[in-house]
Structures are given as C-alpha cells and as structure tokens.
C-alpha cells in the first residue's frame, strides 16, 4: 500500500499546499516591507572614499598608528628603530667616508608590508624623527611599492648631529 509522508513533522513546512503558498506570500511582503522603509530613509552607509563628508584620515584620534613618516633632517642614524622592530621592517645602512671620517645613510627602508603598527620603533628615536601619520591606505598594484626609501638608491645622506642631552645618553647606555 502506497504511503504519503506528512509535511507536519518538518519544520516550515507545516499546512496546507495552499496555507504554505500563503505564508510564503506573507513573508516575501514583511521582508520587503522592511526593504522599502529602508529605502525611503537617508542611508546609513556612506560611499567610501569619494563621498565622505570629510577625508577619514582627518576623522582619526591624534595618537593613530598609520604608516611611518621618517624626517631625515632630524634622524641621527643611531639605528635604534632598527634595533627596535621586532620583525625587521626597517633597514638602515650607514657608511663612513675613509677621508673625511663622516657617516653617511646610504640605505633606509621602511617595509610597510610587513609593518604591524606597533610603535616599538617610534618610542626610542631621541629626536622624534620616525612617527607613525595618519594615513592608511596603502593599498598597491605591486608589493615592492610598500618598501618606503628614504634614501634614493645610489645617494648618501649625512645624518643630523646627535643633540648633546642624545648624546650623554647614548655615552650613559654603552658604559
Ligand atoms: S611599527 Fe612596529 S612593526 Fe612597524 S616598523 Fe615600527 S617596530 Fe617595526
Ligand atoms: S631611531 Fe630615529 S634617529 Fe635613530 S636611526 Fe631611527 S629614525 Fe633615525
């Protein structure tokens, strides 16, 4: 004997073949009920970034980490960001000329690739020469674009003089 399975034991599909077209209508109209409030409301999203009010960056709090900025004219290559960076973001080469006995940074690299914002490298600079922007969008067609060079290739720049209270600590630390 032929044996029908019965719709009741399965949830949502309780009812009649009729009764179940009806709930399926009554739910399409309360789910698009709520579609059509929403669209005669003022969104509540924005389209990013060409039609925020103001750019985001001018929105973020004054201690935001975003991606270093390094003021060459105040860094005394005293490689204590590099020292600091826990995971070699920051390369620094310095050489010292055999004539004149001055030194000079011929590489300084920032990989923001691999930056993880953390600031460790930013804390020991004694003239405040590394610090973290606010910008965020580094976003690149090409990853070798997220090593900053603060050095062209092939230029040497002569670091700035250490100021003296710098250089009594930098005396205090090796002795
Ligand atoms: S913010 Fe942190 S991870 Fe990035 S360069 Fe500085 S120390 Fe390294
Ligand atoms: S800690 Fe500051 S001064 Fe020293 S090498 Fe880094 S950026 Fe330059």
């Not at 924005?46 to 003021?71: N, W």
């Not at 826990?86 to 620094?92: M, N, R, V």
């Not at 720049?157 to 600590?169: G, Q, V």
Request: glycine content about 8%; charged content about 30%; hydrophobic content about 30%.
């Amino acid at each position: 004997m032929a044996t029908t399975a019965s719709t009741d034991a399965v949830p949502g599909f309780r009812g009649t073949y009729f009764g179940r077209i009806k709930n399926a209508i009554i739910s399409i109209m309360e789910g698009m009920s709520v579609t059509l409030g929403y669209l005669l409301q003022r969104p509540i999203t924005i389209q990013y970034p060409d039609r925020t009010p103001k750019p985001v960056k001018d929105t973020l709090p004054e201690r935001y980490r975003g991606i270093l900025e390094l003021d060459m004219k105040t860094c005394t290559a005293c490689l204590a960001c590099e020292r600091a960076c826990p995971i070699g973001c920051i390369k620094i080469e310095v050489v010292k000329d055999k004539e004149t006995k001055k030194r000079y940074i011929t590489r300084f690299d920032i990989d923001i690739a691999k930056c993880m914002y953390c600031g460790l490298c930013v804390d020991p600079c004694p003239g405040g020469a590394i610090r973290h922007t606010n910008e965020f969008e580094g976003s690149t067609s090409d990853v070798q674009y997220l090593v900053r060079r603060f050095v062209p290739p092939g230029e040497r720049i002569e670091p700035a003089k250490p100021k003296k209270k710098e250089k009594e600590e930098a005396g205090a630390e090796g002795s």
